[in-house]
């Protein structure tokens, strides 16, 4: 018979290495995507130039990962195989600042007991390589001769071909496939200065060269990791301050996507998952995105590998930070301000993102980040406008002075005038969005630029100016308040209105007083003027909610904006109203000014660029 007693009432045995070393490819080997995930990572890790990936049948019934990195030498190579063997930590010490990719020391033994495997290499120096079988024991077969290059290669068979149960978790040949190849496209993001090649079935897939610091090179590898115009629609990312230093690409918002399939995010070279960081970057887009848009990005935070734990999950996934409301605040910040100044905040000859750095290389020396723009202080692109083009207020027919009025002569209208009248622009007089000329269709604004032609839309573009500078009054406390007649009383927990007495002052700061009554009562006094029509009770209740989640809350900021956004959109410039050159230009000066010029408040974009080299080609003419 069975044996049918609970397991508390059978003895307690060791179990077997071969079983311990199955129950361990439980948690690192979930498909051929993880396998690969493991074996890239440990090439990488021993420094390859060139990483070259070979699957069959999805990966299931072969996948073979080569490199040219140092190798492993051979009285090494059998012990590689055994359960928490590594070269990557020699003491606890060790584990408190990983600066590898891989270092847990149960990758191959895990999937050796999951697969037929098969390890060779090389290390410079040695006349021939070395090869070792696992049998299906699990256990490690003589050492053997091999013809192999500098490097190793990991060969795995008919991966869970001993545990049918785990095999019929796996997808087609074709879902697997795709998952594979995604792990080597996020890994390839993360490394470009590496070469990596993928086949399937004898047929490429992949194959990228190594671009090093080439800018031109770089920006085609993203595309072609991540579809054409990836590159030309995102707005770099260079931010350093308090050890850390965030590098990277945001995607302009008005090319955001409708699923969140382009969202890379990498610390210190790791790709994880972070639901801190995922809400930094969802802050951070909050006012220039759709709810039902998600932004695409590709981020390096880089930090101390003291200040991040990199070991709290098995197949390192996820992290944790020592200071994770730094981190955070730090992330939020720096795509707040970069989207702020939009693709007008590309100062020509920018440095590229800090790609291929090691994390002490990275975080040496950095300063202190310039403080974000002052509510209500000139723009990012101030600095760059012409002087002699600013002289005072235009109106723009919206009932108050929303636009800046520049002299009325034509030099200061459409640049300086040849003599026989034709307009000359000079690159160092030129705005970056250069000097109105017509409009079209009674929507569209079209203007000379250094670059080539710009094309605004006119009610988009002024309403988020109107809406930006709406939103400067209310985060400067010009928006008045308003005390209710009768409080409105909310019972909740008693840790809830400690919530939210502790955070009293700040909500004060923004109009909303609420006072605490008892261990759970609440009694709201008084609001914000613009928030006196939505439902309070539930304003209060999900403010609590976001600070028990996340320490802090942008409710009422958010709640707020709605109703600019809505005095935005009927206080701006209409469809089919005939504007003058000065109130053009006075909206073209204004874009430059204001923060998220790019999008409108619905998250469309608010001008394009046609270049020169664009027109050219479109009348097949050459300079």
Known sequence: ???TRPSLARPIR??????????AAGEVVERPASVAKELIENSLDAGAGRVEIDAEQGGIKRLRVRDDGCGIP???????????ATSKLAELSDLEAVATLGFRGEALPSIASVSRLTLSSRTEGEPHGLEVVVGSSGEPGELRPCAHPRGTTVDVRDLFYNTPARRKFLRTDRTELGHLEQVVRRIALACPEVGFSLSHNGRGLLDLAPVGDDPVRLHKRLDALLGPGFAEQA?????????????????????????????????????VRDKLVTHAVRQAFSDV??????PAYVLFLTLSPRMVDANVHPAKHEVRFREGRQVHDFVFRALQRRLSSGALGDAPGGSEPLLGRSPDQAVDGIAEASPPNQIGARGPLAARRTPDHDAGWLPLGIGEPLGRRYAADPEHQSGPMDADGQTRLESREIPPLGFALAQLNGIYLLAESAEGLIV?????????????????????????????????LIQVSPREAGLLDIHRGLLERVGLVVDRIGPGGLAVREVPALLRDVDLERLVRDLIADLAADGTSGRLEEEANGVLATMACHGSVRANRRLTLP???????DMEQVE??????????????VSHADLDRLFARGR
């Open 235 to 271: 707005l770099s990312v260079s931010e350093q301050a308090v050890g850390l230093a965030l590098s990277g690409w945001v995607v302009r918002p008005a090319f955001s996507r409708s699923q969140p399939d382009q969202q890379f995010f990498y610390v210190n070279g790791r790709m």
């Open 14 to 23: 060791v179990l077997p290495d071969h079983l311990i070393n199955q129950i």
């Open 1 to 3: 018979m069975n044996d």
């Open 289 to 294: 995105l759709h709810h039902s848009r998600h």
């Open 596 to 609: 998220r010029a790019d999008q409108c408040n619905h998250g469309r974009p608010t001008w394009i660029r």
């Open 74 to 84: 051979p009285d090494q190579l059998a012990l590689a195989l055994s359960r928490h």
């Open 583 to 589: 109130e053009m230009n006075a909206l073209l000066r």
């Open 456 to 488: 605004v839309d006119i009610h988009a573009a002024h309403e988020r100016v109107v809406y930006e500078r709406l939103k400067s009054a209310w985060g400067a406390g010009q928006a008045p308040r308003q005390p209710l007649l009768v409080p409105l």
